[in-house]
């Protein structure tokens, strides 16, 4: 009851009354209509200008840049250097390989790589991110790399093509792999600068 007593109160106001006026005017007036004119022309021109078309077309400009880069065709060669000399070495000894119990049960881990990478995604998922660490990742990864070798050692169909894989994993892995590089890099300096300033004490 009080509320609606004081918004009657209000409406009834010469302030209110006024700012409605200033209002109305406002509506009414060239000011209004020149900026939105101004505006519209702004907002016109931002749709037209280079910038906003290199960020709406930038996935499609980096990415076929990034498939036929330099770049691209080195870091595949040598993320598949391991793999083509492993095959070499199989081709060579490939008798004891296939003799080998434990060679064939390798090359059979290394055939189901996609399997064990989709249990590496499950368990992203299910994993609380609290008791996860980017070092886990990491060792995952090169975990599944192993898996990939293992099984490429034997077939040399199996490739790992960066290209599909595309510019934003393979940048986002290298980011990743050289701030934990550099994170156990510096841990590791900072145990010996403690163990030689203990051994002087």
Known sequence: MGNKNNNNYLRQSYLYGFL?????????????AGCLAILSKCDEKFKQSAILYYFNHADDVLSAAWENSLLCRVLTWLVNLPALILNIWYQAWRATFDDSFFARLVFRLGDE??????????ALWVIPYAAWNNAYSLMAFAFLLLLFYAGAMRNNNLEINLKHI??????????????????????ALRIGHSQRRAERV
């Open 113 to 122: 790589t996609a399997i064990a990478e989709s249990w590496l995604i499950m």
């Open 166 to 187: 595309g510019f934003y994993p393979v940048a986002f892995f290298i980011i990743i792999f050289i701030a934990a590089a550099l994170s156990y890099f510096r841990r």
């Open 20 to 32: 409605i006026y200033l209002y109305n005017l406002y509506q009414a007036s060239a000011v209004r």
